[in-house]
């Protein structure tokens, strides 16, 4: 999982495996973002959940969130080499308008 | 679409010396655009919200003396580091929204320094 001053995770999966990525902020917030980066790119936001949904899901995506725990997670079904990235996730914390990010998972899928 | 452009893409610097980086706004009306520091193995450190008609606000450790942002109106914003040293090294990226319910952050693809 991936938080404050933890080293940045790393997993590495073969193709078509499925992979599930855990997140836990420590500041309440209403809205968890996940997002991607690959190398050499800015970050791309995949999915954005929210504390009215426990489950949300785009594409091979699927994120949930826990606000009792203060936890999220994103599964990536059907991984392809195209995914090998750094996910992080990130949260607005209330009654703030800045973002913080979480310290990322690196996945490298292997074709 | 909603996107960012962000240059330069990369610049060496002499210690000392200063770097200029600037985003441009496309698509959407940047009301907020947020500068992160991205070094090796770390994650992103927000240097300094900026919105338009609020006044900047700088996270601890970061300074406008040291860092000074400009964000003239809902399409640009430009980030300098004033005498850059090895600590300086890293990847800034710009991501603005023009969400501030969600905070949603459009990226630029960043500009990495490197410090002589």
């Known amino acids: 999982s991936q938080w404050g001053e933890e080293n940045l995770q790393a997993l590495s999966i073969q193709e078509g495996e499925d992979v599930t990525m855990n997140c836990s902020y420590k500041?309440?917030?209403?809205?968890v973002q996940w997002y991607r980066q690959k190398s050499g790119k800015g970050p791309a936001q995949l999915i954005l959940?929210?504390?009215?949904?426990r489950e949300k899901r785009s594409g091979r995506l699927r994120a949930t969130l826990d606000t009792s725990s203060q936890s999220s997670s994103l599964s990536i079904t059907g991984t392809l080499a195209t995914d090998t990235a750094v996910y992080f996730c990130?949260?607005?914390?209330?009654?703030?308008?800045?973002?913080?990010f979480g310290t990322g998972t690196r996945l490298q899928v292997l074709p | 679409g909603a996107l960012v452009y962000q240059y330069p893409r990369r610049t060496i610097c002499k210690s000392g010396t200063s770097m200029r980086m600037e985003c441009q706004a496309v698509?959407?009306?940047?009301?907020?655009v947020a500068w992160y520091r991205q070094s090796p193995q770390k994650t992103f450190e927000l240097i300094a919200l900026?919105?338009?008609?609020?006044?900047?606000?700088?996270e601890q450790n970061f300074t406008q003396e040291k860092f000074p942002i400009s964000h003239p109106n809902l399409s640009f914003s430009s980030m300098t580091v004033l005498n850059a040293y090895l600590e300086d090294r890293g990847l800034y990226l710009c991501?603005?929204?023009?969400?501030?319910?969600?905070?949603?952050?459009?990226f630029g693809e960043g500009s990495k320094l490197t410090v002589l």
């Open positions: 990130a949260t607005p914390p209330s009654n703030t308008n800045k973002v913080v």
């Open positions: 500041t309440y917030t209403t809205v």
């Open positions: 959940i929210r504390s009215n949904e």
């Open positions: 698509g959407f009306q940047a009301t907020s």
């Open positions: 900026s919105t338009v008609n609020s006044a900047i606000k700088y």
């Open positions: 991501g603005a929204t023009g969400d501030a319910n969600t905070g949603q952050l459009y």
